[in-house]
């Protein structure tokens, strides 16, 4: 499958993933079980996180869907400012929403119906927190600090798909951090050759918006090579 194939599977995929935020947070309140595609969604998040890194963002993820294709228009030349990046801020969110979700569901341990709750709640909340990031910051402003991306961005393996980077091909056009959902600092990466930063989502957007054909993923085997040779 080539890249823009791939992009358009998954542009796809958004499409019919991005509504499920909606209906979560329209009726979870009244139906508890439908708070339980929260934890469905990290669990994803952590299985692919070992071996692709923050691929389950790119691709899967309801609530990334729904900021990409939902709002993806809007405030999409902004730069996300670097202090968002921040480990350190994005770790104590992290511990802090993992705590306030554990103290909640502590307070009703055996009733299923308030983990439900509990898990709406959080959907409910950290979404109107991303709406409000896209109007002040980025249509994925929110996913930068997303604690379910921060924890795929620290325990990301080997197999993650990282971006290969022609030199010789390369303009510094910059079109590919302007299709890149997270706006990451793709160009800086010319000179090493290969775009390894952690909080790839592994979408293709950049490779289909490179006019000069100079971005390619790398194949899983050399991916490997390379890894184990550093």
């Known amino acids: 499958m080539d890249a823009k194939q791939y992009v358009a599977r998954r542009r796809l995929i958004q499409w019919m993933l991005a509504p499920i935020v909606l209906i979560v947070i329209a009726l979870g309140w009244k139906y508890p079980f439908l708070g339980f595609s929260v934890p469905l969604v990290m669990g994803l998040g952590m299985y692919f996180g070992f071996s692709r890194g923050r691929y389950v963002c790119g691709n899967l993820c309801p609530r990334g869907s729904f900021f990409d294709r939902y709002w993806g228009w809007l405030g999409s030349k902004r730069q996300i400012p670097a202090w968002l990046r921040s480990m350190p801020l994005r770790w104590t969110l992290f511990a802090a929403l993992m705590g306030f979700m554990a103290f909640n569901i502590s307070r009703a341990p055996t009733q299923w119906t308030h983990w ?104 899983p085997a050399a991916e490997c090579s390379s890894e184990d040779a550093r």
């Not at 929110?142 to 993650?160: E, F, H, L, V, Y």
């Not at 510094?172 to 302007?178: A, G, N, R, T």
């Open 116 to 219: 439900g709750y509990v898990f709406w709640l959080m959907c409910a909340v950290t979404t109107a927190a991303g709406i409000v990031m896209v109007l002040l910051v980025h249509p994925r402003g929110w996913c930068t600090i997303c604690p379910m991306g921060t924890m795929q961005n620290g325990i990301a393996g080997k197999g993650r798909r990282m971006l290969l980077i022609d030199k010789q091909k390369c303009r510094v056009c910059y079109k590919c951090e302007k299709a890149c959902p997270l706006r990451l600092p793709v160009v800086s990466y010319r000179d090493e050759g290969v775009m390894s930063h952690r909080d790839c989502t592994q979408c293709g957007e950049c490779i289909v918006a490179c006019p000069f054909g100079a971005l390619a993923w790398q194949s």
